[in-house]
C-alpha cells in the first residue's frame, strides 16, 4: 500500500454547492457505491477514496454548459456555480497505468446529474509514473536523425492489418513507403513515416 496519488484539476458546473458536487465526482470515480457492496467495509472505502484537496470558486454562469442538470429545490432559477477542483485519486486503485488512470478520472463523470458541466484540465503524476513510463525511445529528434529527415512532416498513419505480418509482407502491402518498425507485446507492426526514405536498420528488429 502506498501513499501515492494523482492530482486531477477539474473546472466545474453545478447547481449544487462546489463542494458538495466535488465530493460526488470524488466518490463516483474512487468507493462511492449506490448501494452496500459484500464485503465493503469503511476501512477499504477510506483507503480507497479519492479526496478533495482543493475548490476555487469563479464567477457563476447563467446557463449550464451541459442540459439535464440537476438543481435542488431551493436553487431553482439561480445562476450554475463555476469553479476549479483538485481531487487527489489513490495510485493503488488503478497501479502506474495509463489505461487504467484514464477510466478513473474521467469515467462516468458526463452522466452525473449533479455537474452541470466539467472538464479535466491537468493532471500531477508522481514519480512511479515517471519511472513506469520513461519517455520515448528515440523522441522526435532522435527520429529525424534516423530516418535523415531534419525537416518536413513526419506522416505516421496506421496500418491495422500489418499487425503480426512478417516484414516482408508488410514492406510490400506498405509500397514505396519507408517503415518504422516497433515491437508491441512481441509483435512487428510497420508504419509508413516518409515518403521517400526507408526505415533504418537501427529500428529493425
Known amino acids: 500500500m502506498s501513499n501515492d496519488v494523482v492530482v486531477a484539476t477539474y473546472?466545474?458546473?453545478?447547481?449544487y454547492p462546489?463542494?458538495?458536487?466535488?465530493q460526488i465526482l470524488a466518490g463516483e470515480q474512487s468507493s462511492g457505491t449506490f448501494v452496500a457492496v459484500p464485503g465493503e467495509t469503511r476501512e477499504l472505502r477510506e483507503r480507497h477514496a479519492a479526496r478533495v484537496i482543493a475548490v476555487d470558486e469563479l464567477p457563476p454562469r447563467p446557463e449550464p454548459s451541459l442540459p439535464g442538470a440537476a438543481r435542488p429545490?431551493?436553487?431553482?432559477?439561480?445562476?450554475v456555480n463555476v469553479g476549479h477542483v483538485r481531487i487527489a485519486f489513490p495510485v493503488d486503485n488503478f497501479g502506474p497505468s495509463l489505461p487504467g488512470l484514464i477510466p478513473?478520472?474521467?469515467?462516468n463523470?458526463?452522466?452525473?446529474?449533479?455537474?452541470?458541466?466539467?472538464?479535466?484540465?491537468?493532471?500531477?503524476l508522481p514519480e512511479v509514473f515517471a519511472r513506469r513510463y520513461p519517455g520515448p525511445q528515440f523522441g522526435v529528434a532522435g527520429t529525424r536523425r534516423l530516418l535523415d529527415a531534419p525537416s518536413g512532416a513526419l506522416s505516421v498513419p496506421s496500418s491495422s492489418q500489418v499487425w503480426g505480418?512478417?516484414?516482408?509482407?508488410?514492406?510490400?502491402?506498405?509500397g514505396n513507403s519507408?517503415?518504422?518498425?516497433?515491437?508491441?507485446?512481441?509483435?512487428?507492426?510497420?508504419w509508413p513515416i516518409h515518403p521517400t526514405r526507408r526505415c533504418p536498420t537501427a529500428l529493425q528488429p
Open 11 to 15: 473546472l466545474i458546473e453545478s447547481f
Open 18 to 22: 462546489l463542494q458538495d458536487a466535488a
Open 73 to 79: 429545490t431551493e436553487h431553482r432559477g439561480a445562476a
Open 104 to 107: 478513473a478520472v474521467l469515467g
Open 109 to 124: 463523470l458526463f452522466e452525473l446529474r449533479e455537474l452541470a458541466g466539467v472538464r479535466l484540465l491537468d493532471l500531477d
Open 165 to 174: 505480418s512478417a516484414l516482408s509482407s508488410c514492406a510490400q502491402s506498405c
Open 178 to 190: 519507408s517503415i518504422a518498425v516497433s515491437i508491441l507485446s512481441r509483435t512487428t507492426s510497420l
